[in-house]
T-cell receptor, first 109, second 117 residues
Framework: DAKTTQPPSMDCAEGRAANLPCNHSTISGNEYVYWYRQIHSQGPQYIIHGLKNNETNEMASLIITEDRKSSTLILPHATLRDTAVYYC??????????FGAGTRLTVKP | DSGVTQTPKHLITATGQRVTLRCSPR?????VYWYQQSLDQGLQFLIQYYNGEERAKGNILERFSAQQFPDLHSELNLSSLELGDSALYFC????????????????FGSGTRLTVV
């Protein structure tokens, strides 16, 4: 599976959009982009995934560039409860989910 | 509640001992995955089972073993415990096989916190 690069930490003001970038320049055509988050020491929580098209669900939006070499997870109105470590993972379906260091997002009042 | 049940939630044991962690996957999920998360490390993939068979191995020590039973619950056995084995152990489950139309992700349990003293 392709390697991903994320900034180690980011801050966001409460109520503003949080935009979390992920670089996956070596992604191949059959690899999906997944986002998970881990709040404190809880189990990681699935957020969203995509292949080529932008995706949106009740939690977030995923924007994938046309060349698929990078993506951005958008939390439209961040709350204090969104403070967590966010993981971007690229994987071929049926391969194992391998987590990197992720981005520690801190939402501030 | 994610639907993945892990027991016990907390476990304290002495060095050299053996423990068993249990995981019940979400209803309908055939695959179980085990992860270890230490304080100074991220989530490390240990091992995967699908419908009772081992499918993939990650950074799992020889002192550790796992199995998945016919009812699909899984157990992770940790033996000859060392202080460095203190960590959170997570179990996740998923529906397999995935397809291009349904590239399933994982559902994680709330973990077992193991403390070796």
């Amino acid at each position: 599976d392709a390697k991903t690069t994320q900034p180690p930490s980011m801050d966001c003001a409460e109520g503003r959009a949080a935009n979390l970038p992920c670089n996956h320049s070596t992604i191949s055509g059959n690899e999906y982009v997944y986002w998970y988050r881990q709040i404190h020491s809880q189990g990681p929580q699935y957020i969203i995934h995509g292949l080529k098209n932008n995706e949106t669900n009740e939690m977030a939006s995923l924007i994938i560039t046309e060349d698929r070499k990078s993506s951005t997870l958008i939390l439209p109105h961040a709350t204090l409860r969104d403070t967590a470590v966010y993981y971007c993972i690229v994987r071929v379906i049926n391969n194992d989910m391998r987590f990197g260091a992720g981005t520690r997002l801190t939402v501030k009042p | 509640d994610s639907g993945v049940t892990q027991t016990p939630k907390h476990l304290i044991t002495a060095t050299g001992q053996r423990v068993t962690l249990r995981c019940s996957p979400r209803s309908g999920d055939l695959s179980v995955y085990w992860y270890q998360q230490s304080l100074d490390q991220g989530l490390q993939f240990l091992i995967q089972y699908y419908n009772g068979e081992e499918r993939a191995k990650g950074n799992i020590l020889e002192r550790f073993s796992a199995q998945q039973f016919p009812d699909l619950h899984s157990e992770l056995n940790l033996s000859s415990l060392e202080l460095g084995d203190s960590a959170l152990y997570f179990c996740a489950s998923s529906v397999r096989p995935s397809s291009l139309l349904q590239p399933y992700g994982y559902t994680f349990g709330s973990g077992t916190r193991l403390t070796v003293v």
